[in-house]
T-cell receptor, first 113, second 115 residues
Framework: GNSVTQMEGPVTLSEEAFLTINCTYT??????LFWYVQYPGEGLQLLLK???ADDKGSNKGFEATYRKETTSFHLEKGSVQVSDSAVYFC????????????WGAGTKLIIKP | NAGVMQNPRHLVRRRGQEARLRCSPM?????VYWYRQLPEEGLKFMVY????????ESGMPKERFSAEFPKEGPSILRIQQVVRGDSAAYFC?????????????FGPGTRLTVT
C-alpha cells in the first residue's frame, strides 16, 4: 500500500543554516505530494505541493522537487530562521484514493539563535 | 474568508463520558475529512463526508465513534464512552468541489484529554 517515510527528528540547526528534511514514498501510480507545517499549538498549514514528476513546489523560501526516479520529495531551505521551528509533515494523496492523505510521522525542527 | 473552524480547542472528559467535536468547513467547501493524531505520530485518516453523506469511514473505529455532516450546521465527530486511548488531537479538514486531487485545508484541531 501507499506509505511515506520521513527522516526522524528532532533536527536541530543554527539560524541561517541549510535545511534538508528527507521524505520518500511508496505509491501506485502518480500521487500528489505535499509538505505541511505544524507550529506549536496550532493546526497544520499547507506549505507546498507538487502534482506531477519534476514539479517543484516552493513557498516562504522552502522548496521540494517531486522526483519520480528516486520516489522522493525532500524539503529544503537555504537559510533557516528561529521562526521556522515547527513540525514538518510529508504527505501524499494517491490515485486510488486521492482524498485520503497518507502521512509521514513528522519531523520536528528546532532552530537555535 | 474564514478558515476551517473547530471547537472546542481543548476538551477534557472522564472515562465513560461522551466527547463531541465540531468542525465548520471553509465557506464554499462541501467536503469534510477527520484525522486523528496520536502523540509523536503523524495523522491517520478517519472519515470523509459530504453534506448528509458518509463517503468513506474506513479509518473509523468500528465501535463508539460516529461522524455526521448535516445539511445545516457543522460536522460532528462523536466519541461515546471515551477511554484513555482516545486522548489525541483530532483535526478536521475541508476541500471544495474539484476534480483531480483534493487540496485540504485544516482547522486548528481539538485536543481531547481523557482522564
Amino acid at each position: 500500500g501507499n506509505s511515506v517515510t520521513q527522516m526522524e527528528g528532532p533536527v536541530t540547526l543554527s539560524e541561517e543554516a541549510f535545511l534538508t528534511i528527507n521524505c520518500t514514498y511508496t505509491a501506485t501510480g502518480y500521487p500528489s505530494l505535499f509538505w505541511y507545517v505544524q507550529y506549536p499549538g496550532e493546526g497544520l498549514q499547507l506549505l507546498l505541493k507538487a502534482t506531477k514528476a519534476d514539479d517543484k513546489g516552493s513557498n516562504k523560501g522552502f522548496e521540494a522537487t517531486y522526483r519520480k526516479e528516486t520516489t522522493s520529495f525532500h524539503l529544503e531551505k537555504g537559510s533557516v530562521q528561529v521562526s521556522d521551528s515547527a513540525v514538518y509533515f510529508c504527505a501524499l494523496s494517491g490515485m486510488d484514493s486521492n482524498y485520503q492523505l497518507i502521512w509521514g510521522a513528522g519531523t520536528k525542527l528546532i532552530i537555535k539563535p | 474568508n474564514a478558515g476551517v473552524m473547530q471547537n472546542p480547542r481543548h476538551l477534557v472528559r472522564r472515562r465513560g463520558q461522551e466527547a463531541r467535536l465540531r468542525c465548520s468547513p471553509m465557506k464554499g467547501h462541501s467536503h469534510v475529512y477527520w484525522y486523528r493524531q496520536l502523540p509523536e505520530e503523524g495523522l491517520k485518516f478517519m472519515v470523509y463526508l459530504q453534506k448528509e453523506n458518509i463517503i468513506d469511514e474506513s479509518g473509523m473505529p468500528k465501535e463508539r465513534f460516529s461522524a455526521e455532516f448535516p445539511k445545516e450546521g457543522p460536522s460532528i465527530l462523536r466519541i461515546q464512552q471515551v477511554v484513555r486511548g482516545d486522548s489525541a488531537a483530532y483535526f478536521c479538514a475541508s476541500s471544495p468541489i474539484t476534480s483531480g486531487f483534493y487540496e485540504q485545508y485544516f482547522g486548528p484541531g481539538t485536543r481531547l484529554t481523557v482522564t
